[in-house]
């Protein structure tokens, strides 16, 4: 899950003196449809915010856009960001994670992509038992307090 139980550590390789640190950059979207957070799950039996990876010279807007496209087949604003946080996927693999707000601009039937296991929509009182990292589940809470659910 990414998570250390209360009270252990995990030592991660650090970079070289002076070296800047080079990781992918994950950009994910929050969105509610009827009142309920789409989440899809990945290969690592984790539910996560859809969204991917940045690509070279891509705006993050932009490429939000396009990943929700092709994971969920639906059309969304981005309306803010979130959130920024560094997660360490598996050890000495690191991935920027940068969450933003999303609105549908359509209503359609949400489509699961080949990329993911499962999709699924979940109320804000199931999101405390799923297992996520706990970034998500920040994101998740500041977009629906922002909506007003």
Known sequence: MG????????EYPKPPAGSSPVWPVSI???LFV????VLLKNERDEWELPGGRLEAGEEPDLCLIREITEELGIAVRVAGLLDCWRYPV???????IVTYGLQPLEQAELQLSHEHKALGRFSIDEIAA????????RSIHDW??????
């Open 3 to 10: 998570e250390q139980p209360t009270g252990a550590s995990v």
């Open 28 to 30: 994910k979207g929050v």
């Open 34 to 37: 009827e009142g309920q957070v």
């Open 90 to 96: 598996l050890p000495a693999r690191e991935v920027l």
């Open 130 to 137: 799923l297992r996520m990292p706990e970034g998500y589940r």
């Open 144 to 149: 629906a307090a922002q909506l007003g659910f």
